[in-house]
């Protein structure tokens, strides 16, 4: 039911425009529909209908009644206000208001009933999903949380042992077998020290070939959440490929989807710059942009570029600083710009320089990297690749405003380049469209 809400979510937005343009062509009115300009102006509605719909985390990521009804309002209204702009910028009705107005009053209520679709297939999958792990308690605590927050496949921990206690016997008479008699779960976590153990895993095998799924920690990480197991970074951090690193092929194809890209986001730039400049004079007094040392790939230091969003600071002033969401030095435009994410617009030029891709790890400050490649010796990994304008880590997690969020990001990074592709850049740049469009874009 889940899977199936987004696909009968489009459906519906296609039949209420089509159906709505049907009536005011046939009933209302008496024109050939599919012989005028209309057909295809409908189909453009439709596209930005569904657009704006999946920006606003349609129909999966509302997880209440009113995070629903705004999502689904919001959506709606924007869909027919975009296309609006469009008849107004072009000066001719490409579409009847009939079929605008009239899909913007039908469409929230449908979005709902969707929205309530995968709500129910998200609990359904929580109870078919239930989990039995084999770790210490602290792993356990931490995987439960993370199963709590923003999960990319629903699940639920019904009982945990430690990997001493998982030992106190054999196939069929053995604790696990006991807790599968008990809790009926359906996937078996194992962490590395259970995965050693030989009463363990032959336990395991007998789950395994009465249905059970079995999967290291390593392997759930990734599956269910995203991410990869702090525990495990450094053993990981060599075994798998990276795209940019040993597929040749991805690296000029990433490149060229980059480029126009960053060519549409230099038109926006320029639309949007003197827009910015009179909110600077007016509540965000000091110079327009803001330049910054980053690092990139292979090491290399470069600028980034940002429209400014703090009172402007005194040279090396906030050079051992982490900047905090609600950091006292940002300014009350700064913090518009910031939550429209309108201040990372001029790293479309960074972009094209080649400095940045679209997608990718964000870059570091240099003293940043120096000190967590200190703590972390796998940390210079995430320099093998372009960084990007926007990541798998800030979709997932969000803002890192400390050393602990930075390594909380890393187990994203690692994720992301390990399943670096096309696909996975494709359905980034999507939930970063949700992300700006309507709040948290964790989900699918």
């Known amino acids: 039911m889940r899977r199936a809400a987004r696909p009968v979510m489009y459906a519906g937005v296609l039949l209420v425009v089509f159906g709505l343009a049907l009536i005011h062509a046939g009933l209302l009115n008496d024109y050939s529909f599919t012989g005028t300009s209309r057909f295809g102006w409908t189909i453009t509605y439709i596209g930005l209908l569904c657009a704006f719909a999946y920006g606003f985390g349609l129909p999966d990521v509302p997880r209440s009644r009113k995070a629903a009804l705004g999502s689904a309002v919001g959506a709606a209204f924007l869909g027919a206000a975009a296309i609006s702009l469009v008849q107004l910028f072009v000066g001719d009705a490409l579409l009847p208001r009939f079929v ?36 210490g ?48 779960p359906t996937v078996l976590v194992l962490n590395r020290d259970a995965q050693d153990l030989p009463g363990v895993v032959a336990q395991a095998a007998v789950l395994h070939g009465q249905g059970v799924r079995v999967r290291s920690l390593t392997m ?56 910015v400049w009179i909110g600077n004079v007016l509540g965000n007094r000091g110079p327009l942009l803001y330049r910054q040392d980053r690092i990139g790939k292979s090491g290399a230091s470069f600028s980034i570029l940002k429209f400014r969003t703090m009172a402007p600071q005194a040279t ?41 891709g679209v997608v990718g790890p964000r870059p570091e400050q240099p003293h940043y990297v120096m000190e967590l490649s200190e703590k972390l010796p796998f940390y210079p990994l995430r320099h093998l690749v372009r960084p990007g304008l926007t990541g798998w880590a800030q979709v997932k997690y969000g803002y890192a405003g400390s050393e602990s969020d930075a390594l909380e990001k890393l187990q994203y ?24 469009l309507g709040g948290k874009g964790a989900g699918r």
């Open 316 to 356: 090396g002033e906030l050079a051992n600083e982490w900047t905090s969401e609600i950091d006292p030095r940002i300014t009350s435009f700064g913090g518009f710009l910031r939550r429209t994410h309108v201040d990372e617009l001029p790293q479309v030029v960074n972009i094209l320089r080649g400095d940045l």
């Open 220 to 275: 759930f990480y990734e599956e269910w959440l995203g991410k990869l197991p702090i525990s495990e970074l450094e053993r990981a951090s060599m075994l798998f490929d990276i795209g940019e690193v040993h597929r040749a092929g991805y690296g000029r194809a990433k490149r060229l989807v980059d480029i126009p890209l960053a060519l549409v986001g230099v038109v926006a730039l320029v639309m949007i710059v003197p827009i």
């Open 137 to 184: 308690a602290d792993e356990v605590a931490a995987l439960d949380l993370e199963l709590h927050a923003f999960p990319e496949r629903p699940a639920s921990i019904v009982a945990s042992l430690s990997p001493e206690a998982a030992t106190s016997g054999t196939g069929a008479t053995g604790p696990l077998a006991t807790l599968l008699l008990a809790e009926h």
């Open 100 to 135: 605008v107005f009239g899909s913007a009053l039908l469409l929230p209520d449908w979005y709902r009933i969707c929205v309530g679709m995968a709500v129910g297939g998200r609990s359904r999958a929580e109870a078919r999903d239930r989990v039995v792990v084999v770790a």
């Open 413 to 436: 990074e690692f994720w992301y380049l390990r399943h670096q592709s096309v696909r996975t850049d494709a359905r980034i740049i999507g939930r970063t469209i949700r992300s700006v």
